[in-house]
């Protein structure tokens, strides 16, 4: 869905609010004091402003705190504070997991083990803020970034983190810093209407992504203008249905390995809420026993490289010919890595 429903106010995401926090509190440190507001960049452009909630300051530390406003979104973060402690390191940007913000102790995440839950766009959003002020006030810019959520173990438990292996609490988490809430009929029907559209264009070829990396890459594979792009998200079941009864010629798939394996799994709502990787599944699949141990798709894609990639992509559209094919739509299915590198293809 391109445009949040005129009903639902978005949000922004922790890592945004981290960011936030991240500016006031180095704002204190560098001797500009506690800002009542702070202003940042997002990364797409836009510049949200955040009041700040919480300041406490010591010998060569500042520390600030930002409200997360989920807006509409059923987040389970949503009212939690944010906070960012901020001191000199000895060397280059150093973060760290205060209370209630995860470690990572297992493989196949973006983070790898042994580190502060705290991916990789809410690192650079954090770090750009760090370059900026510290090029300003003349700082040399080693400093040590502690985020902590009060209270985030226990809305940890309500959370898929405990299962991946995220010991202690919440992820800092954020690709665009804003969260868009959507209810599935809002959703489901914002996609029809794309079909719709599409076809009174006269489009040939059109693609549904499970979001905006897969969105690009599948896009820049095809050249595929703007409108033949489908906000799939995680409904993959309500894009392929409606073009059962309303086909366009050539529809591809893309999205990331994680997803894309659940599709190949025969699941066409690839929320993690509501379908999760069945590892014992792909054990069988790739005749590897100790896949079963492992904890995500990433960490097989991790462990077999393009092998794995290849069969999700052939599994995903043995499923999507075998329950939608016949129809007037030829399929092909496009598997992407967390980078927007495209890993397997099926066709």
Same mark, same amino acid.
């Given at each position: ?54 300041? =406490? ?58 580190? !502060? ?25 080693? %400093? ?5 959520? !009060?209270?985030? =173990? ?42 719709? %559209? ?26 595929? !203008? ?79 490289? =393009? ?27 496009? %598997? ?12």
């Amino acid at each position: 869905m391109t445009e949040t429903s005129p009903s639902l106010r978005r949000g922004w995401t922790t890592g945004a609010c981290a960011t936030a926090a991240t500016r006031a509190a180095l704002m204190a440190l560098w001797g500009e004091g506690f800002p009542e507001r702070v202003r940042i960049t997002l990364p797409k452009g836009e510049r949200p402003e955040f009041a700040i909630s919480h300041r =406490a300051e010591g010998p060569g530390w500042a520390e600030a705190g930002v409200i997360k406003d989920a807006g509409d979104d059923p987040d389970v973060t949503h009212g939690a504070e944010i906070r960012a402690r901020v001191c000199a390191s000895g060397g280059g940007i150093v973060f760290r997991a205060g209370v209630g913000v995860g470690t990572v102790t297992k493989p196949g995440l973006p983070i790898p083990p042994g580190e !502060p839950a705290i991916n990789p766009v809410p690192r650079e959003m954090m770090a750009g803020q760090v370059a900026e002020m510290a090029k300003r006030l003349g700082q040399a810019g080693d %400093v040590e970034i502690t985020v902590s959520i !009060p209270g985030g =173990a226990e809305i940890a438990q309500k959370t898929w983190n405990p299962r991946l292996g995220i010991k202690g609490g919440l992820s800092v988490l954020g690709t665009t810093g804003v969260v868009r809430p959507f209810s599935c009929a809002a959703w489901i029907a914002s996609i029809q209407r794309g079909v719709d %559209v599409a076809r009174a264009e006269g489009l040939c070829h059109v693609a549904g992504c499970t979001g905006a990396t897969s969105e690009r890459a599948v896009r820049g594979l095809y050249d595929l !203008p703007e409108g033949a792009m489908l906000d799939m998200g995680d409904f993959a079941g309500g894009l392929l249905k409606y073009l059962m009864k309303h086909p366009v010629p050539r529809v591809t798939i893309g999205g990331g390995i994680g997803k894309i394996a659940k599709l190949a799994q025969g699941e066409m709502d690839l929320h993690s809420k509501r379908s999760q990787v069945d590892l014992a599944h792909w054990a069988a699949e790739m005749a590897d026993p100790d896949l079963v141990h492992c904890n995500t798709a990433l960490e097989i894609y991790d462990r077999l490289g =393009a092998d794995f990639a290849a069969r999700v992509a052939q599994k995903a559209l043995e499923q999507v010919e075998t329950r939608f094919g016949g129809r007037g739509c030829a399929f092909d299915i496009v %598997v992407i890595d967390r980078k927007g590198t495209i890993i397997g293809q099926a066709s």
